[in-house]
């Protein structure tokens, strides 16, 4: 039996963070970081069946076309998808009663619809970014015990031969989107690697008042290729999110929308309609 301070549950039996349960949550899970991003899909399902809220977690479940679909909002960084990603493999596969491991495997569909930056000119603001890898330089994996297998390792040894990091950086890791998935989502996007960044300003080469501490990152990290893929973009959760999956039993993949090119220094101030149109595209992809 898991102890009630490993797995924590609000009063009514669901998840804490994320409020929702084996019975609410459907098997293609539509993640997005801003909480408000979930109130489009009111517009967009043709029923809903369950709607929770907590903190910057909002939850819907409903149909589209006749295909059941969670919407999650998790919040902006690894850290917070450390807890979604946990909790909804809890929904899936632990008996949240009995507070013990399910016998049957339930895998999830996990589809971040987020924004992104592009590194290079050529991917311009409004194009739509599949990740085929992702490396993460936030550390999350690092606490996690897994076969070497589950991840990319020669992609993540590649990597850091290119980039060749100080020692107090923590040890980068990488990992897949799931292939099955990639194949019914990806087709017209930009295939790209993406890196995960532990932050938004000087972790993505950004410079306010305080110099960052890795000259010409965004340059660096551009320069990098791996078995036809460019380094991409940059954005805050698709690493935690793809080596969670990878070591847990489920299939990712992130489309982002490019809202800042950091190559031509461009920004898309106004995106929402391009979002929703990336949203039902998504949907229609996989029902």
Known sequence: MIKSSELV????????????TADTLADDVILVGDPGRVEMFKSIF???????????????????????????STGMGCDNIDIVVSELDAAANIDLLQRTPKTT?????????????????GVQVGSLVASKHAIGLDGLLNYYRHDPSQLNEPLNE??????????????????DAGKELFAKVAQGMHHAVT?????FYAPQGRCLRIEPSIDNL??????????????????????AIYGLSAIMGHQAITVCLIIAN??????????????????????????
């Open 195 to 199: 890196a995960t960044a532990p932050g």
């Open 9 to 20: 549950l609000a009063s009514d039996g669901s998840l804490y963070h994320i409020h929702l």
């Open 218 to 239: 965004n340059e660096r990290l551009s320069t990098f290729t791996w078995n036809g893929c460019r380094l991409t973009n940059l954005e805050m959760e698709t690493s």
């Open 46 to 72: 043709d029923s809903v069946e369950h709607e929770s809220y907590n903190r910057e977690m909002h939850a819907l479940t409903g149909l589209y076309h006749n295909h059941r679909f969670t919407a999650l």
């Open 262 to 287: 950091r190559a031509d220094g461009t920004f898309l101030s106004d995106y929402h309609p391009q979002m929703k149109e990336t949203i039902a595209r998504v949907l229609d992809s996989l029902a």
């Open 105 to 121: 495997h339930r895998s999830l569909n996990l589809v971040r619809i987020g924004t992104s930056g592009s590194l290079h000119s």
């Open 158 to 175: 590649a990597f850091i031969n290119h980039m060749q990091f100080d020692a107090c950086f923590s040890k980068p890791y990488s990992a």
